[in-house]
């Protein structure tokens, strides 16, 4: 079974399990009895997803994504999610998705977002090189096709998917030409009640570039990584970004550089919005092991408040389930795997970090009352007004 250890550092906790050959089979190996114990402690045992190297389903149903099948004679999709019950969406009723199908679209397995009760589908068709692409937007709670989001544009390639925090807005990402043969990243923001376009941005034209919904403000603020705009004099920087006023609010300084090939950027907000993490993953050359440098950024400010590196699989092998930081259920820990692959153990060490705090004495009350429940739906029972409850659920305040 193998010795567990536990250190205890300034703000830094270090959990080493029993000795795994493989970073990816760590959490999700059957060993839960192993790590319970040590993720009840932080609040990271929340379980429910088997992942082996050998019947890896990442691509088809895992924490990040569930499964999209259409069932052309009884019309209706099935959504398959890992360990829950399948979910059946008649499609009859949704005349657009039905001309799309009879048009030659076909369903895309892999859903392209998932948030709560909310799916988003991609049905596209090519013909003659030219694509078309359709974006189903599902409820789950009424199974019903609300809307069919469609892309701006004829060969717009999908770069990232996702819905604001109060889910009222979805967010594409994609790369295109225009008619100047000029390549772009631009970014829409779709209604989900008329499914039409309220905004778009350009955000790059030569650098893929990332982003992430600041938590506390709807749908009006985001982070983007390698964000790029001439005329302000910013190249592949680290901004917040104003999607109401179109322009940037703050700028990191941190100048990101051109990364190709087996690389990549990760960016995502603190559960209360109060820090930003930037992870950059880099192989090395050989592609048996990846870097990650993670840096932690005060959101409002942009200040630097810690940078924290470590190993893991090369990334060909592992999953962003694996590799993406994970926020404890009260948000004041983060959880990351280190893989050492030097050592003669090939050991795997999960790194428990206690976040920089904003102090405050509402959000101390919101991190003492959520260690104390087991469940969101112990939440959801307390005797409290809904903007209370939204604010212990992380929900959007401003």
Not at 153 to 165: L, V
Request: glycine share 4%.
């Amino acid at each position: 079974m193998g010795n567990r250890k536990s250190s205890h550092k300034a703000g830094a906790y270090s959990v080493t399990l029993p000795h795994f050959t493989r970073a990816w089979d760590l959490l999700y190996s059957g060993d839960v009895q192993l790590w319970s114990p040590v993720a009840g402690r932080y609040g990271f045992d929340k379980y429910g997803y088997g992942c082996r190297e050998s019947d890896c389903d990442r691509e088809s149903v895992c924490l990040q994504y569930i499964r999209a099948v259409y069932n052309k004679n009884r019309k209706y999709v099935d959504i398959e999610r890992f360990k829950q019950p399948g979910i059946q969406i008649p499609v009859d009723h949704c005349f657009e998705f039905q001309r799309l199908i009879s048009a030659g679209h076909e369903l895309n397995q892999v859903a392209a977002a998932y948030q709560d009760h909310l799916v988003l589908l991609v049905l596209h068709h090519v013909k003659d090189l030219v694509v078309i692409s359709a974006f189903p937007l599902v409820n789950l709670h009424t199974k019903r096709v609300i809307g069919i989001l469609a892309a701006p544009r004829k060969n717009m390639t999908i770069i990232h998917c996702d819905f604001t925090p109060d889910l009222k807005q979805t967010a594409i990402l994609f790369y295109s030409c225009s008619g100047e043969m000029r390549f772009c990243y631009d970014l829409y923001i779709y209604s989900n009640e008329t499914t039409e376009i309220i905004k778009y941005v350009t955000l790059n034209h030569e650098v893929q570039p990332y982003i992430a919904f600041d938590p506390r403000y709807n749908w009006s603020r985001i982070a983007v990584a390698n964000y790029e705009c001439k005329k302000e004099g910013i190249t592949h920087e680290l901004v917040v970004f104003s999607l109401d006023e179109c322009k940037t609010l703050q700028r990191s300084r941190l100048s990101l550089p051109t990364l190709f090939g087996s690389s990549r950027y990760n960016l995502l907000y603190s559960k209360d919005g109060t820090l930003l993490i930037l992870q950059k993953l880099t192989e090395d050359r050989f592609g048996v092991t990846s870097y990650s440098d993670i840096y932690i950024f005060n959101s409002d400010h942009m200040r630097l408040f810690k940078y924290i590196t470590s190993s893991l699989p090369g990334l060909f092998n592992i999953c962003r389930v694996n590799y993406e930081p994970v926020f404890s259920k009260c948000g004041s820990y983060m959880r990351i795997l280190d893989h050492k692959p030097n050592t003669e153990d090939q050991g795997v060490t999960v790194q428990i970090y206690q976040l920089p705090r904003i102090i405050s004495l509402q959000s101390q009350c919101r991190i003492v009352i959520l260690n104390s429940l087991q469940r969101e739906a112990d939440v959801r029972a307390l005797p409290l007004p809904n903007r209370i409850m939204g604010y212990l659920m992380f929900k959007p305040q401003f």
